[in-house]
Every structure is written in structure tokens, then in C-alpha cells.
């Protein structure tokens, strides 16, 4: 890096960028690059803890606030100063009327951006077919898009299709289906015309969205180069993963409702997600202008294609090094509060199992056990009942334990793992997961590595349930006869293993696992 490039001051630097969505999958990607492109930035979350460990948490202003309550934006006066408001949020798998909630969000944002006096709005949106009955859930966007557009400050409101990068929903959802499946059996829809675009390149127009200088209030559709079938998708997907590719069968039986089970049943996408991506697939998705091209021009070296954009977050997904994932969603309906304390359990009726194991591996080798936990590591014990519960929960809607995890070596506050979701984590000491599988009541799971006296370490592993009524009693008698033997045998096999993975090194010592970097890819370099 040259001295004129440390010294010079972009252009942008003392302007504030106000991003909503920042846990998700696209927000998470945008607020780096936009510290990266100069720009001051504020984020505006539910839950800060789930940004108590990303990279750039310390580099952003984090306020409380929740967009359907516009009490909690002006007690924080969100909006002062703020001179772009990205709009990344959306309910896509929310109960019952979540058009509603989406609209009074949307409604609050537009009348307190224009009061703020912020200068532009940029929306996330999805690409869709004009004068057609379309889903809920793009109707729901569609809505939103134009009561923003109608707020009074200027809106560019990007409409997408399908995006693919990895840990994406849409891209995950052809992983499985191509890889479970060697023959398709498919709703019609698999013919329908479809426009993906890679994750880098709507992270392209959403950064240069801010700086096109036009005040400009309409909607674009952006779009890859690529118009395919969902069909064609799937064995273009094949061929970059080396597999064959699928014949595919079109099936008038399958009607939304049943292909979502398909998929709910055969991929890591819960049915409350696959619901409104089947819905939404029902119709041709392909952009029917090109407008943006007059305001953004192309990323260098041009729009991604379909098929490098599937290499390139295959290997993303082969380095470990997937940013942002569907997983870190909130999944609708599981338990969300956290853990109470201990001396708040008196006059509660709460079950615990806990299991305490000392062990000559060092507090290090134990952690980099408890914290490879789950994925393709498995659990531990009883291979055959963690997958059955976790095929239990399949059926009942539930994420089940194809979910898997992010990276495979390091876990972050947010973290989805498997069925759990990482409550607290105190690197290197202490591990909480909180259960997000359906059960009649909320669940726990805690994991402790600490140095023992006189060498070695203490392994201490806690079950906490907190029954829902009869239901919950009931349910934790039934599997009280499992845990009999899984959670003892987890505690055992995890710190043996820990002792083995320290022979295992002392024996071939060399480099250590590299821990993910502080510093997100360039958008270059995203998939």
C-alpha cells in the first residue's frame, strides 16, 4: 500500500450509512464493504449479542431497536444523520400474516427517514412478473418496496431473483436437492425461466446504489447474465461439483405445499423457509428491463455467471471460509430468550443433567473439541438417536440436523449448529447452546473446558430443560432412559477424543488451524 493511499481520505468518509438486516445474510456482507469504501456505519438489530464477536462489531455504531416498534427507533433517534438507509429485512418464513408486520415495519421506517431528512433509501426487493397473482411472500416485497418508493425520500429499490453464494437459502436448497437426488421427480415449475445472480454482484449495486449522484424514486431489476431453468440450474450446479447430472421429471402432482415437504425432508432448509422459496419459484423470475445499466455500471470484468458463481461459493464452502449463511436467520416460532440464572430457577420446575469428567488433555485441546462440536463431527454418542431426533424434527417442520454449521473449526455468538443455536461463547472456557428443535418446553446445552489443579483439565457438560406444561414433563421422562447413556457417553468420548487429538499432534506437530481473518473479502473476492 502506497503512502497516498494511507494518507488520502475517501470521498465518503464522513458520511453514515444506517444498515437494517445486519445479521442476515446480505447485511452481514455489506457493512464490511461499506467500512471498507469509507463510510461510517450505523446497524440497527434486535439482538446486539449476536454481533458481539464479528469482525468488524468494534469498527460500527450498534443501536437496539425493532422496525415494527417505532417507540424503540425514536428513543434512540436511529435515523439522525443518517444519510443512506439500507433496508435488508425481511420476515420470509414468519407465521400467518407476516405481510402485516412487514408493512407496519416499512410504514415506521418511511415516515421516520423523512422526518430525519435522510437523503436516500436503498431497498432490497424480489424480481417478479408484473399483472400476476403473485405469493405471499413476493407480494410482501413488492408492498414494501412501494411504501418506501412512496416515503418521500428517493428509493432505489433493487429487485433480485434468485441469489447465489454460499450459505445462501437458494443456493443450499440446489446443493441438496443435486446431491441427495441421482433422479428428480419435480413440480412443474423446474421449467420456468429463472435470472440468478451472484451474492457479489448485488452487493456491487447495493454499495454503488449510494453514490449515483440522480435523485432518482423507482424500482431496477438486477439480474446475471444467466437466464436458465431451475431444472438447468440443478445440473449446472452438478457439473461444477463433478457429479452427474440429474434427469429431471416434471410431475403435475406436486403441488407447492408437497414439494415444500420434499424439500423440508431432503435438504437443511426448514419447511417454514421452503415454503415461500417454492411459492415465489411457482413463477418466471426474469428481469424485464435493464434500466440500472445507465446509473451502475458492471462490476470489473462483468456480471458473474451462473456456473462461477456456483465454483466459486463451492470453494468458499471447501476453505471454511463462508461469511454469511441462511442459517444465522432466526428460525420462526423457536425459543429465542436466554437462559435464566441459576438462583432464578427457585419455585421452577426445571430438569438438568449434568456430567463431570477430568482428563490430562490441556484446556486447549479440550476446547478445540467442544468447539468442533456437531456437523460433520457428530455429536459424540449415539450417532443413530441424534439423527433419528433429528429426522423427528424434520417431520414436524423443525430445522432438523442437516443445518450443520458455518465453519468447521471456530463457532461466533448467533451461530447456528446443527438444532442449536450458539447463545454465549467465551472462547476457550465456556460453550452455550440454546435448542431450536420443536420440543414442549425450552432446552439447553452448556460445555466447559477449564485448567484442573495439578495439570490437565476439567470437562463439566450441563443439560438445562425447562418444561412447557404436562406435555413437558412427559417428554422429558420419555427420553430420561436415553440420556442415561447419550449424555454420559458424550462427556466420555469428548474428552477422550481430546486426549487422542493431543497425541495426534505432539506425534505430526505443525501449523495450527488458522482462525478465521478479522478483515472480510473485497467484494472481489465474495461468493
Known amino acids: 500500500m502506497t503512502d497516498e493511499s494511507v494518507t488520502s481520505e475517501p470521498e465518503s468518509a464522513e458520511r453514515t450509512a444506517l444498515v437494517t438486516g445486519a445479521t442476515g445474510y446480505i447485511g452481514g456482507r455489506l457493512v464490511p464493504r461499506l467500512l471498507e469504501a469509507g463510510w461510517k456505519v450505523r446497524v440497527l438489530v434486535r439482538s446486539p449479542q449476536k454481533l458481539s464477536d464479528v469482525p468488524w462489531t468494534d469498527q460500527v455504531e450498534i443501536v437496539q431497536g425493532d422496525l415494527s416498534d417505532r417507540a424503540s427507533m425514536e428513543e434512540h433517534d436511529v435515523f439522525a444523520g443518517v444519510d443512506v438507509l439500507y433496508y435488508l429485512v425481511h420476515s420470509m418464513g414468519g407465521k400467518g400474516s407476516f405481510d402485516g408486520t412487514e408493512l407496519t415495519s416499512a410504514r415506521n421506517v418511511a415516515q421516520l427517514a423523512l422526518k430525519a431528512d435522510v437523503k436516500r433509501i436503498v431497498y432490497l426487493g ?18 414494501v418496496g412501494s411504501v418506501l418508493m412512496q416515503s418521500g425520500v428517493p428509493t432505489m429499490a433493487l429487485q433480485a431473483g434468485v441469489i447465489i453464494g454460499s450459505g445462501s437459502t437458494s443456493f443450499e436448497m440446489i446443493r441438496h436437492l443435486t446431491e441427495v437426488l441421482p433422479y428428480m421427480p419435480a413440480p412443474k415449475w423446474v421449467r420456468n425461466r429463472i435470472q440468478p445472480i451472484a451474492v457479489r454482484d448485488v452487493l456491487h449495486y447495493l454499495i454503488a446504489a449510494a453514490e449515483v449522484p440522480d435523485i432518482l424514486n423507482r424500482t431496477f431489476d438486477i439480474g446475471g447474465p444467466d437466464v436458465l431453468r431451475y431444472g438447468q ?19 403435475p402432482v406436486f403441488t407447492p405445499w408437497l414439494a415444500s415437504q420434499w424439500v423440508n425432508l431432503v435438504s437443511p ?7 415461500p422459496i417454492i411459492e415465489s419459484l411457482q413463477f418466471e423470475c426474469v428481469a424485464t428491463e435493464n434500466d440500472i445499466k445507465a446509473y451502475i455500471p458492471d462490476p470489473a470484468g462483468g456480471l458473474t455467471g ?12 471447501r476453505d471454511g ?32 443433567d449434568l456430567q463431570v ?4 488433555a490441556k484446556p486447549g485441546d479440550l476446547w478445540r473439541v467442544i468447539e468442533g462440536i456437531g456437523g460433520d463431527n457428530g455429536w459424540y454418542s449415539f450417532p443413530i438417536a441424534w439423527v433419528a431426533r433429528g429426522w423427528m424434527d424434520k417431520f414436524v417442520g423443525g430445522v432438523g440436523l442437516r443445518r450443520g454449521r458455518r465453519n468447521p473449526d471456530h463457532l461466533h455468538t448467533g451461530d447456528a449448529l446443527d438444532f442449536w443455536r450458539v447463545e454465549q461463547i467465551k472462547r476457550g472456557s465456556f460453550l452455550r447452546l440454546r435448542a431450536e428443535m420443536k420440543v414442549p418446553g425450552r432446552a439447553w446445552l452448556e460445555m466447559t473446558a477449564a485448567p484442573r489443579e495439578g495439570g490437565g483439565s476439567r470437562y463439566t457438560q450441563r443439560a438445562v430443560f425447562f418444561p412447557k406444561g404436562l406435555g413437558g414433563r412427559l417428554y422429558w421422562y420419555s427420553i430420561l432412559p436415553f440420556h442415561g447413556f447419550i449424555f454420559p457417553g458424550m462427556a466420555n468420548r469428548i474428552t477422550e477424543t481430546a486426549v487422542k487429538e493431543a497425541e495426534r499432534k505432539n506425534e505430526h506437530p505443525g501449523p495450527t488451524t488458522k482462525a478465521p481473518a478479522d478483515k472480510a473479502d473485497t467484494a472481489e473476492e465474495v461468493a
Open 126 to 143: 424480489g424480481l417478479h412478473p408484473q399483472g400476476t397473482n403473485l405469493s405471499q411472500h413476493l407480494r410482501s416485497r413488492a408492498a
Open 233 to 251: 440450474m440443478m445440473n449446472g450446479y452438478a457439473v461444477e461439483a463433478g457429479l452427474h447430472q440429474r434427469p429431471i421429471a416434471s410431475l
Open 269 to 275: 432448509i426448514p419447511r417454514n423457509l421452503a415454503v
Open 306 to 317: 451462473y456456473r462461477r458463481a456456483v465454483r466459486l461459493a463451492l470453494g468458499k464452502m
Open 321 to 352: 471460509q463462508v461469511e454469511t449463511s441462511w442459517q444465522d436467520s432466526v428460525v420462526q416460532g423457536a425459543p429465542s430468550d436466554n437462559i435464566p440464572s441459576d438462583p432464578d430457577w427457585a419455585g421452577h420446575t426445571v430438569y438438568t
Open 357 to 360: 469428567r477430568d482428563t490430562d
